[in-house]
């Protein structure tokens, strides 16, 4: 049964990584030598006429491939140029941006294909099946993030956590978000907490120097509520900490243009910033805890909102000369 169970697994990845034959397995062997090590799981199928295949996986859970890691597993497989290979990004968690960036040898598996892969095996094995429920449980908690980001309600504090305390239930709101103002998102954590950016507005080329505005999800207190909330903050962040008459000038000149447009949008509600920092300071606020800051309407308004402030941070020219917009606002 084991080997039946390996066999036909073997078989459908191969399957879904473009492979068109019938497989004889000989044998499977998960390799384990100093190569290997560079690989997350690099396995051999050893074929009837002694032929060899190599499924090579960079696995992940909830984070994305980085430090040209799936190129140098490329390279570390040169040495195996007559044997066919399948590289294979193995995606578990939620997809980011990032995800859709890999390099043409690989072949992205995410959870609903592995678990499409899965159904097709027929075979009872209780790792198989333990894996598997797990799969089902990540599925189910992603399909639970969906629904209650698009309910247009008061959410409880339970159901925020679901959300925010997530990785993946932040990135959804700043994907619906970026379909309205189309700029980058980028992910993080800060002390095991999870935090999610989209940019606005950004300067990267002096050296050693970036100068940015972003919308952040995260949580802090609700000075207001003097509860600890999820919210999204408009912020001003730069990587050096002197603080030059500029720095000043351009951030007080936002803070005020922010001010003044936020009467335009009477349907939200909008927080108490905090007024301190030298590298980073809040423009402005908004926490998810009542019943005007449903997630719904907060993207919907938030998109306008940022195409107005951006235009009058524009005609004021309340930004670093040579920085540069992140979305389109003509």
Request: glycine share 4%.
């Amino acid at each position: 049964m084991e080997k039946n169970f390996s066999h036909n697994l073997a078989q459908e990845i191969y399957n879904y990584c473009g492979g068109t034959k019938k497989l004889s397995i000989k044998k499977i062997i998960p390799l384990t030598q100093q190569r290997a090590s560079k690989i997350d799981v690099l396995v051999e199928i050893l074929l009837a006429d002694d032929k060899k295949i190599y499924l090579i996986f960079e696995n992940k859970l909830d984070t994305s491939h980085h430090s040209n890691q799936l190129v140098r597993h490329i390279e570390a497989m040169k040495g195996e140029d007559e044997s066919e290979k399948k590289y294979i990004y193995f995606k578990i968690g939620n997809l980011y941006d990032e995800d859709k960036n890999l390099p043409k040898e690989y072949i992205l598996i995410d959870r609903k294909a592995i678990l499409s892969i899965f159904d097709k095996i027929k075979i009872k094995n209780e790792i198989f099946d333990s894996y598997y429920n797990f799969l089902l449980n990540i599925e189910e908690k992603d399909n639970l993030e969906m629904k209650l980001i698009d309910e247009n309600r008061q959410l409880t504090k339970a159901e925020l956590e679901v959300i925010f305390w997530s990785q993946s239930g932040q990135y959804k709101i700043l994907k619906k978000l970026q379909n309205e103002i189309e700029s980058k998102i980028a992910i993080g954590t800060s002390f095991g907490r999870p935090w999610t950016n989209i940019s606005i507005l950004s300067i990267e080329n002096i050296p050693n120097h970036w100068f940015g505005v972003f919308w952040r999800v995260d949580w802090r207190i609700n000075k207001n509520t003097k509860t600890y909330t999820p919210y999204i903050c408009l912020r001003y962040y730069k990587t050096t900490l002197d603080k030059t008459e500029e720095d000043d000038r351009y951030f007080e000149g936002m803070r005020k243009i922010f001010n003044e447009l936020i009467l335009k949008y009477p349907n939200l509600e909008f927080g108490q910033v905090h007024s301190v920092g030298n590298k980073e300071r809040e423009v402005g606020i908004l926490f998810f805890d009542n019943e005007k800051n449903t997630i719904p309407n907060i993207i919907s308004e938030i998109g306008k909102l940022t195409k107005d402030f951006l235009q009058r941070v524009k005609d004021e020219k309340m930004y670093y000369s040579d920085a540069k917009y992140c979305m389109n606002i003509d």
